[in-house]
């Protein structure tokens, strides 16, 4: 039975309540009053020191997804970005996956890393190598990494995790490091997720793939991961383990999307109702070809339009959680997912075990082929044209902000005196170490611009101090 507060999967991702959910929505996809009300809630309300965001019910937001009705999807797309500028403003993270190592025991449909595929050879870096693709990123200009590895206890058992945890961290190139590490690997037990916490991780993300569990368990023939439960109950673990900030995310195409969409917004119900904290990133992967991998096998691919319709109806229901594009995306679809509330980008990707360090893109481990394949300046330099502030910004995990914390200063309209600043002078420092010439002169002009938006005098004149100690190599370690 339905239970948000319950910690059994199947209770608070109740497949009854689900359909209950897509009936309802369908029954009121044209019920303009109730649309109205519902869109009225999602709005940003202005308080005292900022706004506040109520958010929305998976029934709500299931509504809103459902309609149809073209004037009331336009409306939903300005909320969308509404809620955006007030909590996040023009500033998008960056970020590149960091792949360890394919080995996998798992038999997931839809990857290529499944076991049964012999045709990819399977790789692990060694720590040597991991520090050649650390040094590759740092020279790029990356400050924050996600690392990935297939599940295989033998291959790539916590410990080997740990280590490269420690090895990314330890890695001082020039004038690069990696501030922080985000982790992308299995489900797994209490203990581990402590064993991560301690060693100094930033997000624990996780994707559901589907939370549809007959189809979950079809779809994961094989392996430990088959166990629909374990995978689902997985954040709730990790918070148990002390990571407070956790990444949810379905990959489209598996699954029906509006049953997919239902569940994830009620597991972050159920994340804020057991934890008092929802997820810090929710991330929209749809499925890619791949070797071995067909996605139109899953038929249940959904448009461009849909795919920003579902993420204009996230950004609507969970207001302070980040939301994630990855490379996975054109950059066609990227700009439009910017506007309707995506706050992470993902630039310059590898998805192959050791690609950074190799001249051409190698296919030959890959996961899938990235659609978005411009290089980090590029990227940045393309943020800025449509005026986003691409940050490297870490402060917030290392001043501690993490979980409830990070979402006080979400809440507390102080975002434009701290994020902001930050995110200046970390550009500040991208464009010193890494820019082209280029991207540094649109960079500087937007640094310029953008400091006169910091509201605090004082924040504001140690923000220009700090870029201009930057500019003059003076580096200390800057951060609101
Ligand atoms: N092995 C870990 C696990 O089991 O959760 C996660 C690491 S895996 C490298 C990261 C994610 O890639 C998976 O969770 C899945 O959603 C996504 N993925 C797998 N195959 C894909 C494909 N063909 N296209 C797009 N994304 C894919």
């Known amino acids: 039975m339905y239970d948000p507060k319950s910690l059994k999967a199947e209770d608070f991702i109740d497949d009854e309540e689900v359909r209950a959910t897509l009936e309802y929505a369908e029954a009121n996809k044209n019920n303009e009053k109730l649309i109205d009300e519902i869109l009225e809630k999602a709005r940003p309300v202005p308080t005292e020191t900022g706004c506040v965001c109520h958010g929305l019910t998976h029934r709500e937001a299931s509504v809103l997804l459902a309609c149809e009705i073209p004037e009331k999807i336009e409306r939903m797309y300005e909320i969308a970005e509404e809620i955006k500028l007030a909590f996040y403003g023009n500033r998008i993270v960056i970020f590149a996956p960091l792949y360890l190592s394919n080995y996998c025991v798992n038999g997931c449909l839809y990857c290529p890393y499944h076991l049964k595929n012999k045709n990819i050879p399977r790789k692990k870096l060694t720590q040597e190598e991991l520090r050649a693709e650390v040094i590759a990123l740092q020279d790029m200009g990356h400050k924050r990494l996600a690392i990935e590895a297939g599940e295989d206890p033998v291959n790539n058992p916590i410990e080997y995790i740990l280590d490269c945890i420690d090895t990314i961290y330890s890695v001082h190139h020039k004038n690069g490091d990696i501030r922080r590490v985000n982790v992308n690997i299995a489900a797994t037990t209490v203990e581990n997720y402590k064993k991560l916490k301690d060693a100094g991780i930033g997000t624990y993300i996780l994707f559901q793939e589907t939370y549809h569990k007959k189809s979950y368990e079809r779809l994961h023939p094989t392996g ?59 991330s929209v992967p749809r499925v890619k070809k791949a070797d071995d991998i067909d996605p139109d096998e899953f038929d249940n691919g959904i448009d461009d339009e849909t795919f920003i319709k579902i993420a204009a109806c996230i950004r609507l229901a969970v207001p302070y959680t980040g939301m994630i594009i990855s490379t996975r995306e054109t ?72 979980g409830d914390r990070f979402m006080e200063l979400c ?18 420092e991208y464009l010193e170490d890494y820019a082209s010439p280029e991207t540094k002169k649109t960079g500087y002009e937007m640094i310029e611009r953008e400091l006169n938006n910091i509201p605090k005098e004082n924040v504001r004149r140690t923000a220009m101090e700090n870029i201009e100690a930057i500019k003059n190599s003076n580096r200390r370690d800057f951060r609101f």
């Open 224 to 282: 430990p991961k088959h166990d629909y439960a374990y995978h689902t109950e997985a954040m709730d673990r990790a918070m148990e383990g002390g990571i407070d900030d956790v990444g949810l995310g379905v990959l489209f195409g598996l699954e029906l999307y509006k049953y997919e969409f239902a569940a994830l917004i009620m597991h972050a119900e159920h994340l804020e109702a057991v934890h008092g904290v929802g997820p810090h990133t929710i």
């Open 411 to 428: 809440k507390s309209g102080q975002i434009l005196n701290c994020c902001h600043p930050n995110a200046l002078m970390t550009l500040a």
């Open 331 to 402: 950059e066609e679809v990227r700009a439009k997912m910017l506007r309707v509330g995506i706050s992470q980008v993902s630039g310059a990707s590898r998805t192959s075990v050791g690609g950074y360090t190799q001249e051409e893109r190698p296919h030959d481990t890959e996961q899938f082929d990235v659609s978005d394949q411009r290089t980090l300046d590029e990227v940045v330099h393309w943020l800025m044209d449509s005026d986003h502030i691409p940050s490297f910004c870490t402060a917030c995990y290392r001043a501690g902000r993490t």
